[in-house]
């Protein structure tokens, strides 16, 4: 791998954005391991055409993509491209963490959230951004669907551990450290992460 043309560490606890141009390699680095990210990305000419979970899991017809595997926009236009995956455990299905997540579920008002780290990411944006907690792709969530039930445990991958991804538009991306700390979605104890560019 190259060096970086551009590394932003993310925090535990909070959301960074980073513009990624069509070309580029964009990697999403667990620094300490068993932390997940919440990924949102929107094309830079019109913010309004944004990753969508839901979209790239209908057209692939898969609950988890795969290296090879293109992430899809709401209007089902390829942004990204998977090329190398340490982890290939993530979370399609499910929003990223809301302020109500934790008020209603579990009697944690106030609580740091994913949809509050971006909301705040991009409050400083100059592009009409907005985000909805289901437009996340949940990435490296060890998530699984057992007899129907969504099973969540604690991630098992390492320090280091990386998705590395081909950018197929002009995008500003936002990552969350998934401040989650009640639950085993980062094994209880949320920690930095990093996305790196490259090319
Ligand atoms: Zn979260």
């Known amino acids: 791998m190259s060096d970086p043309v551009e590394e932003v560490i993310v925090p ?12 580029q390699t964009l990697e999403v680095v667990d620094l ?13 000419d019109d913010p ?5 979970p839901a979209h790239t899991v209908s057209s692939l017809a898969k609950l988890v993509p795969e290296v090879g ?4 926009s709401n209007h089902r236009t390829p942004l ?5 995956d340490d982890v290939g455990r993530h979370d399609l299905i499910v929003p990223c963490c809301d302020p109500e997540r934790y008020a209603i579920d579990y009697d944690a008002p106030g609580h740091p959230s994913c949809l509050g780290s971006i909301q705040k990411a991009i409050a400083g944006q100059d592009r009409e951004l907005t985000i909805e907690g289901e437009n996340c ?14 099973v969540t445990r604690e991630p098992p991958h390492p320090a280091g551990s990386a998705i590395v991804m081909e950018v197929l538009e002009d995008l500003v991306v936002a990552l969350s450290a998934c401040p989650q700390d009640i639950s085993a979605v980062n094994a ?5 992460m990093a996305l790196r560019v490259t090319g």
Do not use: C
């Open 12 to 23: 535990a606890y909070e959301a960074r954005t980073i513009e990624v141009k069509k070309g």
């Open 32 to 44: 300490e391991g068993q932390q997940v990210g919440d990924l949102a990305a929107w094309m830079i």
């Open 48 to 52: 309004s055409e944004h990753l969508s």
């Open 69 to 72: 595997d293109p992430i899809l």
């Open 80 to 84: 990204l491209r998977i090329v190398r």
């Open 137 to 150: 792709w949940n990435v490296f969530m060890n998530n699984t669907v057992e007899d129907g039930r969504i």
């Open 188 to 192: 209880y104890n949320p920690t930095p």
